[in-house]
């Protein structure tokens, strides 16, 4: 099993940043593929970014594509998220994933393991 624990939401005005972490436990995640995704109030989840294992392979969703990073310390047994440029549109919970198969996709049902999501709200 893998615990993981989101941590860095909150709320912010446009044009602001936020920094996520998701810290994971129970077992490393250095082997696995990891994912950000969120969900806005009565929307369904959305994919916003995924990181290979080593980290060397990044894939953005256009709708955050150069304002938003992720990476990874797996020394640390961590992912972040770096949101920069916020928007309202961004406002949704925010929740990583681990892909333990591993698959390398966007969609949600193939990863196994889930955090409990952090609230961002970016007001205009």
């Known amino acids: 099993q893998v615990q993981l624990v989101e941590s860095g939401g909150g709320l912010v005005q446009a044009g602001g940043s936020l920094r996520l972490s998701c810290a994971a436990s129970?077992?490393?995640?250095?082997?696995?593929?990891m994912g950000w995704f969120r969900q806005a109030s009565g929307k369904e989840r959305e994919f916003v970014v995924r990181i290979s294992w080593s980290g060397g392979i990044r894939d953005y969703a256009d709708s955050v594509k150069g304002r938003f990073t992720i990476s990874r310390d797996n020394a640390k047994n961590t992912v972040y998220l770096q949101m920069n440029s916020l928007k309202p549109e961004d406002t949704a919970v925010y929740y990583c994933?681990?892909?333990?198969?591993?698959?390398?996709?966007?969609?949600?049902?193939?990863?196994?393991?889930w955090g409990q999501g952090t609230q961002v709200t970016v007001s205009s």
């Open positions: 129970g077992r490393t995640i250095s082997n696995y593929n």
């Open positions: 994933a681990a892909d333990t198969r591993p698959s390398w996709t966007s969609d949600p049902l193939f990863y196994d393991f």
